[in-house]
């Protein structure tokens, strides 16, 4: 009995090492971001905005779980040619949607000068909260809302995949980074048209509390 009660205070202690150990931080920066499987396409420059807590296991590796507000989508251009091989107007269509993701990763450190340096890797999961659709072309322009529901739906509201990062972390908790989100669910709610999924090179800098 004494020996359980030993187990379970030693835990606890732990438990409690850790939470005092716990950092928070936010970080931003911008996205750069196509969907996969589709051609004609540049990349739509956007936006992310992200609150993490860092949870440290060891001194070298924590896990990041955290709330991301995420602006994606695709830029789409093409041209052509008429009959008589004279060149065709430009049509170009953007999408862009609005996320809430919730990202768990996986972080390394290693010391490095005057701070560390950490690769990450992990799952999300995102919801699409909304979306729009801009065209231009020899008509004119028009903007309409993306579907997530109903009759008309056109795209999915769920989204999951994998994040990918690098960056450097100052001692003083200003911290700079790269990363790369791979897409992993059919964002594309019709069966006749090509599934498509994200991806997004994101760079941003932060601060750990």
Known sequence: MKKILSSMAIGA???CALQAQTTY??????NLSKVSNLEDQKFNPSYFITGFADIPLSSQFSIQPGVSLQRKGAKFQSAGFNWDQTPMEDYKSTLNTMSIEIPVNAVYYVPVGNGKM???AGPYLGYNISGKIKDS?????S??????SGNDKNMNRLDAGL?????YKLS????????YGLGLSDLNASKNSKSFSNRTINFGVGFQF
């Open 13 to 15: 202690l732990s438990i």
């Open 25 to 30: 931080g936010l970080k931003a920066g911008m």
């Open 118 to 120: 950490f690769i990450s």
């Open 137 to 141: 072309g020899p008509n004119g322009e």
């Open 143 to 148: 903007e309409r809302d993306v579907n997530f």
């Open 163 to 167: 994040n990918f990062g690098l960056g």
């Open 172 to 179: 003083n908790g200003i911290l700079f980074q790269a990363g």
